[in-house]
Nanobody, 117 residues
Framework: QVQMDESGGGLVQAGGSLRLSCATS????????LGWYRQKPGKPREMVAT???????NYADSVKGRFTISRDNAKDTMYLQMNNLKPEDTAVYYC???????????WGQGTQVTVSS
């Protein structure tokens, strides 16, 4: 079975930092494009950051310079380091994996990040 479990969310003041983790199970991790997405109240889910299996990264303009996606293939775990958090970063954050050569799309259950002013 495939399992993806986010952790590290919580309540933080503006300007603070959080690190989200996504621990996974299965054989897909090292050959997947990985990503973090978020969903704000009343809005569709949006891309925050992605990382290919070759290490190329991409970020939403709103988080460039503040967030960093990383992956540890040996641990089948992905991370999102979030610095200088802003109230508009408040959302439910989801980890995602898309194995290369497939149409599969795996998602975690989401973790709440709330940034107060």
């Amino acid at each position: 079975q495939v399992q993806m479990d986010e952790s590290g969310g919580g309540l933080v003041q503006a300007g603070g930092s959080l690190r989200l983790s996504c621990a996974t199970s299965g054989t897909f991790f090292s050959i997947s494009t990985l990503g973090w997405y978020r969903q704000k109240p009343g809005k569709p889910r949006e891309m925050v950051a992605t990382s290919t299996n070759g290490g190329s990264t991409n970020y939403a303009d709103s988080v460039k310079g503040r967030f960093t996606i990383s992956r540890d293939n040996a641990k089948d775990t992905m991370y999102l380091q979030m610095n200088n958090l802003k109230p508009e970063d408040t959302a439910v954050y989801y980890c995602n994996a898309k194995p290369l050569g497939t149409t599969y799309d795996f998602w975690g259950q989401g973790t709440q990040v709330t940034v107060s002013s």
